[in-house]
């Protein structure tokens, strides 16, 4: 097998054994990117080939010593472009931040580093993670490397398309309303929304604090739980975060039987009018897949699922016009000129910021003027609080709800400015996990025809663990192709029906 398509544990365990050189996988990962970014345009940024084989050089020479290997070592590892490296350019896929370069690694990213990962370079998004495509960068879209006509989801759409095509083995994503789910949905990989706190943020662009998240994309499930292992943990930088009790550090396998489990179907999303049939069918056919290994599964109800995107649009856009403000050209980023001081400002934010980005502002800035912040604020904070209770109840039942993570595949470009339900509807499954905090993970769970289906499996708070056994038992029982039909990819032929 290519070195670029071994999962990940096995790569690095090759590494440990000496059979393979950190060298040997960075030069089969850059020869992939030579092959593949100029059709998907994953990366903003790419270190020259050369630093990444000094990294890797290093790696083989501190392995030569007698060095303790880390979880990733030698292993290639994206980063979204919201989140900062030293040394590396940091635009948030937006005109504000040109020419920006961080002096310090996020936390993220340092411990990558001290797991031995190679930092692999910055990756496309929508512009401040506001998007559901990547079509609102301002660099330009990322294309699905299962069919370039159509986009790779967002707003981590340049994380996802960077591991679906073979270019890296992980990347890190996002998710403040689905963006690490749905561009993996889209892209046929699986990506992981960890618990609140589980992951720090420090070091990363706020869009909305109360719902960002940082989290795994990677091809293989057991992959994405490597990397969340290596990335979770109290950090003292960022005060929202905590420590994961009583759970040890070690993979989580599949299981022979699920007999025991209960799985619980959200009816309300499974009836929503915008849920494509070939979509339903193909996660109601993993469902049923989940059955024959001993699940019981049995349909329950969500009720304020139906109110949760205007609870999510009016406390993300209020948090985001918060968070933004800061970016006003005095401190770091582009800088327009002006006579006044109020006047650099608007010349500023009017030339750095993308379409979406200023409608969001603008409608946060709206809603947190009295006398509409008061009522607005408090009803969708009491959605969330709502949300939340029915959730608790409902994990009482069962282990894990399991819904679509997208009620659409993957988009033609364009469509969200042509049909508004699309637009409306593309994060519907993915918003309550982020208003509430709990864990959500999407794996691939088909075709509709020839485009990746996601299925998305939910849990209570701190239970990732359970995600990831529920999930390698269904990867391995239903045996989904890994590679899109782009250069040496195979497409869905041959795929073995559940």
């Not at 968070?323 to 006047?343: H, M, P, V």
């Not at 993970?441 to 990732?464: I, K, N, Y």
């Not at 999930?471 to 073995?496: D, I, N, S």
Request: proline share 7%; net charge neutral.
């Amino acid at each position: 097998m290519s070195l670029i398509w071994e999962d990940v544990a096995r790569l690095r365990q090759r590494a440990v054994r000496r059979e393979v050189s950190a060298v040997e996988i960075a030069s089969a990962f850059l020869e992939r990117q030579e092959v593949t970014e100029g059709k998907i345009r994953a990366f903003l940024y790419r270190p020259p080939a050369e630093e990444i084989l000094t990294q890797a050089r290093s790696l083989d020479e501190r392995m030569a010593r007698g060095e303790e290997p880390g979880l990733l070592w030698g292993i290639p590892v994206a980063i979204k472009d919201n989140m900062a490296v030293e040394g590396m350019p940091m635009t948030a896929a937006s005109r504000i931040l040109e020419g920006y370069h961080p002096p310090y690694d996020a936390t993220v990213v340092k411990k990558l580093r001290e797991a031995g990962a190679l930092v692999a370079g910055k990756t496309n998004l929508d512009e401040w993670a506001m998007g559901s495509s990547t079509e609102t960068s301002a660099f330009g879209p990322t294309y699905n490397p299962w069919d370039r006509s159509r986009v790779p989801g967002g707003s981590s759409g340049g994380a996802a398309a960077a591991v679906a095509a073979g270019e890296v083995p992980l990347s890190l994503g996002s998710d403040t309303g689905g963006s690490i789910r749905q561009p993996a949905s889209f892209c046929g990989v699986a990506g992981l929304k960890p618990t609140y706190g589980h992951i720090s943020r420090y070091g990363v662009a706020s869009l909305a604090s109360s719902l960002d998240h940082i989290g795994p994309l990677a091809r293989r499930v057991a992959d994405a739980a490597l990397l969340y292992l290596v990335l979770r943990g109290r950090d003292p930088l960022d005060g929202q975060t905590w420590e994961a009790p009583g759970t040890p550090l070690e993979m989580p396998q599949p299981l022979d039987s699920l007999k025991g489990w209960r799985i619980g179907l959200p009816k309300e999303a499974f009836t929503h009018p915008a849920l494509d049939a070939q979509v339903k069918e193909a996660v109601l056919a993993a469902v049923e897949l989940l059955a024959a290994r001993g699940a019981q599964v049995e349909e329950c109800s969500l009720p304020t699922f139906h109110l949760s995107l205007e609870a999510y649009q009016v406390l993300m856009a209020m948090e985001a016009a918060s968070n933004l403000a800061r970016f006003d050209g005095i401190r770091y980023g582009r800088r327009a000129t002006g006579e006044s001081l109020q006047e650099l400002y608007a010349k500023t934010r009017g030339q750095g910021f993308g379409f979406e980005v200023k409608r969001r502002i603008l409608l946060g800035t709206y809603l947190g003027q009295a006398p509409q912040y008061p009522l607005l604020w408090e009803r969708a904070d009491k959605v969330r609080r709502l949300l939340r209770a029915e959730m608790e109840d409902l994990f009482r039942r069962f282990h894990v709800l399991i819904t679509p993570t997208s009620p659409t595949v993957a988009f033609p470009f364009g469509a969200l400015e042509r049909d508004g339900d699309l637009r409306s509807y593309a994060d519907i499954y993915t918003i309550p996990a982020n208003l509430t905090g709990v864990p959500a993970l999407s794996v691939p769970c088909g075709f509709a025809p020839h485009l990746p289906v996601g299925m998305q499996l939910l849990g209570p708070w701190g239970t990732e663990e359970s995600l990831f056994r529920v999930a390698r038992t269904y990867e391995e029982e239903a045996q989904w192709p890994l590679k899109p039909p782009l250069g040496e990819g195979t497409g869905v032929a041959g795929r073995r029906q559940p």
